[in-house]
């Protein structure tokens, strides 16, 4: 008991020195500037973008009902168990709409994941690396996105950059005990909020154990800390669903090995081209240069962090048998820049600050016009119905729809805006409906791809649905 006392007050002043070592780096460095565009670009789309789906999910399953819904309950993978347990928490707070309180837990998580990048890149690099990899990485794409959409891949990214961040720590300083306790915890709570962290662990342990081979005593003893207490935390689950559920759901069944090897080439490219929100062919020759350098310089870490990151997920995907989201690699955006970057910081670490910072501010504001322009297509839908329900939702109307998109969109906002409809039917989705069948709903939403309607014209129709109504 007195040894788990004293660990604990070792990290509480831990994490107190962390946090103001990185409040310093805000205030006393050039970091500040790098991060105006990413915050601003993340509060313009909390504020204004609409709900999504998974954000509507998450909160009609979880967030807003009882706590221990979330901690035993894995219906789906959009329960991001962390975050879930926050949002619950967070829907309370006197501040703002119930969709502002849903996101603004990622905001604060993604502003002190920017924070702890550049500390630790700088802490190893320099800073002019640091200000390049946080001010390039926080506004790629995916990082843009779940910078205030309510999910929990911030979360994921932060507890990955904690536990690289402590991977190089503990190199750095033969095997220093408190930082393979900040690894072990910061993968503890990754797997916690999400149980494709499964990915991440192994490749920061394969990372960890290549390049401190003399930590093999402490890699084994909180590997095991680690399995045991992610083991704990899913039970409730596990005892109320069965292990399935977590690792044979219906979203995430496996393929056979042959159907992952012929889809890996394409699985790599979408990954990519989605986190980043650029084309391949604007990254082959930039991932080119840095092969060569590579090659050319040496460097054993670099070259470590290059081959896992880059051949690691093939083999834990063929391994697994599975073909996940894009999205389960998000942590990604930060490789991207962190690997370049150390194999050119010696080229550049000696660069005034001065010339960097509008450089990147630049290239910032760039990727926040790419986003702009892609986000309309990639939340076209959320979009459309948002703009549907302006119109349609209303006090004593009914509603029928065999579109779950619709259906989970429009629960949310009639819940939260206190609209209580007579009547939403949703019997299920993914088969043909005609309205032509249907006259006791005052509204009959459809989705395209199911609509067999001969008779009915609709009031409204875009790329996703259609609307008949009976009035």
């Not at 660069?351 to 939340?379: A, G, H, M, T």
Request: aromatic residues 18%; proline residues 3%.
């Amino acid at each position: 008991m007195n040894k788990i006392i004293t660990s604990t007050k070792e990290l509480l002043n831990f994490s107190k020195n962390v946090f103001g070592i990185l409040l310093k780096e805000i205030t006393n460095t050039n970091l500040k500037y790098v991060l105006i565009v990413p915050l601003l670009s993340a509060t313009y789309y909390l504020l204004t973008m609409p709900v999504s789906y998974d954000e509507a999910w998450t909160y009609l399953y979880f967030s807003s009902r009882p706590l221990l819904t979330s901690i035993t309950t894995y219906p789906a993978p959009n329960n991001h168990i962390l975050h879930s347990i926050i949002t619950h928490f967070a829907i309370h707070i006197p501040v703002g709409n119930i969709l502002f309180r849903l996101r603004i837990s990622n905001l604060l998580v993604s502003i002190f994941t920017w924070v702890l990048i550049y500390a630790f890149v700088s802490k190893f690099f320099s800073k002019i690396s640091g200000l390049i990899v946080v001010g390039i990485s926080s506004m790629l794409y995916m990082s843009v996105y779940y910078s205030y959409m309510s999910r929990g891949y911030a979360l994921e990214t932060l507890f990955f950059t904690l536990s690289l961040f402590s991977i190089f720590k503990i190199i750095d300083e033969s095997d220093n005990g408190m930082y393979w306790k900040c690894f072990c915890i910061s993968n503890i709570l990754g797997f916690y909020t999400i149980p494709t962290y499964l990915y991440a662990f192994i490749l920061l342990n394969i990372i960890v154990l290549l390049a401190n081979t003399k930590g093999f005593k402490n890699f084994i003893k909180y590997s095991f800390f680690t399995i045991t207490t992610v083991f704990i935390l899913y039970l409730p689950i596990i005892l109320n669903q069965g292990i399935n559920t977590l690792i044979n759901n219906r979203y995430t069944k496996p393929v056979s090995r042959f159907f992952v090897i012929n889809n890996l080439k394409d699985f790599a490219i979408n990954t990519i081209t989605e986190i980043t929100g650029l084309e391949l062919c604007f990254l082959l020759p930039f991932f080119l240069l840095v092969l060569v350098a590579l090659i050319k310089k040496r460097l054993k870490i670099s070259f470590i962090l290059f081959i896992v990151f880059l051949f690691g997920p093939f083999i834990i995907l063929i391994a697994h048998s599975v073909i996940p989201h894009t999205r389960t690699f998000n942590y990604y955006s930060l490789i991207i820049l962190f690997v370049p970057i150390s194999v050119f910081n010696s080229y550049i670490k000696n660069r005034k600050e001065i010339y960097i910072v509008p450089i990147v501010i630049v290239f910032q504001v760039l990727l926040l016009l790419n986003f702009s322009n892609k986000i309309k297509y990639y939340e076209g839908g959320n979009i459309a119905i948002h703009e549907i329900n302006k119109t349609i939702l209303m006090y004593g109307k009914t509603y029928y729809t065999n579109s779950d998109l619709f259906y989970h969109d429009f629960k949310f906002e009639a819940l939260t805006n206190k609209i209580v409809s007579k009547e939403i039917c949703f019997p299920y989705s993914g088969i043909n409906v005609s309205s032509d069948t249907i006259s006791n709903f005052d509204y009959i939403i459809l989705d395209r791809k199911y609509d067999i309607t001969k008779i009915k014209k609709p009031i409204y129709t875009d790329n996703f649905l259609n609307i008949y109504t009976n009035k």
